[in-house]
């Protein structure tokens, strides 16, 4: 069984659509994390929820919407997509209560043209 | 606050070649040490870890020690193989925000 799983795997979408990329854990972590890599490998934090609660909120522009519907999940939502958006989406989980250790999924890569 | 300076890749190696990917650190307290591993295609896997200061992390070959007095925690290999090629990221986390911060990433390529 997949620990950490995103969909869809690709995304290729035009400026202005909106998007959602899903993730799922079945860790029975306690805290999940959206990150954005970019084309030179740049891993950049965006959030952070803990028990649906939302703990990290980086500078990111508010059309990026995160959607913690339980524990094991936490979506992504895109609106007005740009063509700076494109870039490759990790979710990540961990069990912060006993380790900083964050587990990743496969990634989204997301292109916007 | 916290940040994380590694080696600027690429860096290109023959197999067997011995590896070093330096890396230093800024952070307050007492942060954990990690190296994660990214191969072509795929996410993020922890490689190796280290909570205080003087433990060796090890894993699949690979070791790091978390140098306090130098602030230092670079990753070594003795002899690398084709199948390391990958990106290799430094991480340190600390605090109450439980948040990894990433070095810049290191691509490594191994040559046969």
């Known amino acids: 069984d997949t620990a950490v799983s995103q969909t869809p795997k690709y995304l290729v979408t035009q400026m202005g659509n909106d998007k959602s990329i899903k993730c799922e854990q079945n860790l029975g972590h306690d805290t999940m994390y959206w990150y954005k890599q970019d084309s030179k490998k740049f891993l950049k934090i965006m959030f952070s929820y803990n028990n649906k609660e939302l703990i990290i909120n980086e500078t990111v522009p508010n059309r990026f919407s995160p959607k913690s519907p339980d524990k094991a999940h936490l979506n992504l939502h895109i609106n007005s997509l740009e063509l700076g958006d494109s870039a490759v989406y990790f979710c990540a989980s961990s069990q912060v209560q006993y380790s900083y250790e964050q587990y990743f999924g496969p990634g989204t890569r997301l292109t916007v043209t | 606050g916290n940040s994380v300076t590694q080696m600027e890749g690429p860096v290109t190696l023959s197999e067997e070649a011995f590896l070093t990917i330096n890396c230093t650190y800024t952070a307050t307290g007492y942060p954990s040490l990690f190296w994660y591993v990214q191969y072509p295609g795929e996410g993020l896997q922890l490689l190796l870890k280290a909570t205080k200061a003087d433990d060796k992390g090890s894993n699949k070959g690979f070791e790091a020690t978390y140098r306090k007095e130098t602030t230092s925690f670079h990753l070594e290999k003795g002899s690398v193989q084709v199948s390391d090629s990958a990106v290799y990221f430094c991480?340190?986390?600390?605090?109450?925000?439980?948040?990894?911060?990433f070095g810049s990433g290191t691509q490594l390529t191994v040559l046969p």
């Open positions: 991480a340190l986390a600390s605090g109450s925000a439980r948040q990894l911060t």
